[in-house]
């Protein structure tokens, strides 16, 4: 059984910068598909980025990361293997990014990209707060 823990947010001002880590416990697989999603209240989840790994014979340690438009330039997605961590940096933080930020993860890569929400096993959240 996996488990996501993620960590990380805070109340910052507008301008600012968080990261947010999502340690994975147990054991996922060498190619799986993570990403970040968040929701804000009366607004629908979405995505935020889409994060890739393949590390098989053919393909090793090929990672591709696929953000929403609206992040694109302002966050970072990245991974430790050794600590099995996916992190999100986010600079430049506006209002409008207040949400609860939650990470998710399955043991294939399919379609790891915006849009897909197919995914096996999901973080309790952090709540992220941008005041103007």
């Known amino acids: 059984q996996v488990q996501l823990a993620e960590s990380g947010g805070e109340s910052v001002q507008a301008g600012g910068s968080l990261k947010l880590s999502c340690a994975t416990l147990?054991?996922?697989?060498?190619?799986?598909?993570m990403a970040w999603f968040r929701q804000a209240p009366g607004k629908q989840r979405e995505g935020v980025v889409h994060?890739?790994?393949?590390?098989?014979?053919?393909?090793?340690?090929?990672?591709?990361?696929d953000y929403a438009d609206s992040v694109k330039g302002r966050f970072t997605a990245s991974h430790d293997p050794a600590k099995s961590t996916l992190y999100l940096q986010m600079n430049n933080l506006r209002p409008e990014d207040s949400a609860i930020y939650s990470c998710?993860?399955?043991?294939?890569?399919?379609?790891?990209?915006?849009?897909?929400?197919?995914?096996?096993?999901w973080g309790q959240g952090t709540q992220v707060t941008v005041s103007s």
């Open positions: 147990g054991y996922i697989g060498t190619n799986y598909c």
């Open positions: 998710a993860a399955r043991g294939h890569i399919g379609y790891c990209y915006q849009g897909s929400i197919d995914f096996s096993y």
């Open positions: 994060f890739a790994v393949r590390d098989d014979a053919a393909r090793s340690n090929t990672v591709w990361a």
